[in-house]
């Protein structure tokens, strides 16, 4: 059985930064990739930004250059550091570990999220 679990969401006011982990557990022998989505109320859920196990990253064009994914793959962790945070980052955010290979399975897996606020 894999987990996924999130953690460092909160209020933090514009222009402030958080930084958010996850961390697959279980009996996991790789991890394709670890990547970070958001919904906000009433909006589809939208990639935010992933790494894969060698270091590829990819970006929303709204968050290039404010944040930044980084992963431990002894760890099975994944961090988003936000930076510059606006008002329109507001939303639940979801971790995702892609292609996680166990000894029984192959499967996606996702986080219960994180909520995340930017207000003044």
């Known amino acids: 059985q894999v987990q996924v679990v999130e953690s460092g969401g909160g209020l933090v006011q514009p222009g402030g930064s958080l930084r958010l982990s996850c961390t697959a557990s279980?009996?996991?022998?790789?991890?394709?990739?670890m990547g970070w989505y958001r919904q906000a109320p009433g909006k589809q859920r939208e990639l935010v930004a992933a790494?894969?196990?060698?270091?590829?990253?990819n970006y929303a064009d709204s968050v290039k250059g404010r944040f930044t994914i980084s992963r431990d793959n002894a760890k099975n962790t994944v961090y988003l550091q936000m930076n510059s945070l606006k008002p329109e980052d507001t939303a639940v955010y979801y971790c995702?570990?892609?292609?996680?290979?166990?000894?029984?399975?192959?499967?996606?897996?996702w986080g219960q999220g994180t909520q995340v606020t930017v207000s003044s």
């Open positions: 790494i894969t196990s060698g270091g590829n990253t």
């Open positions: 279980g009996s996991i022998f790789s991890i394709y990739a």
């Open positions: 995702n570990a892609d292609r996680v290979v166990t000894p029984d399975v192959l499967g996606d897996y």
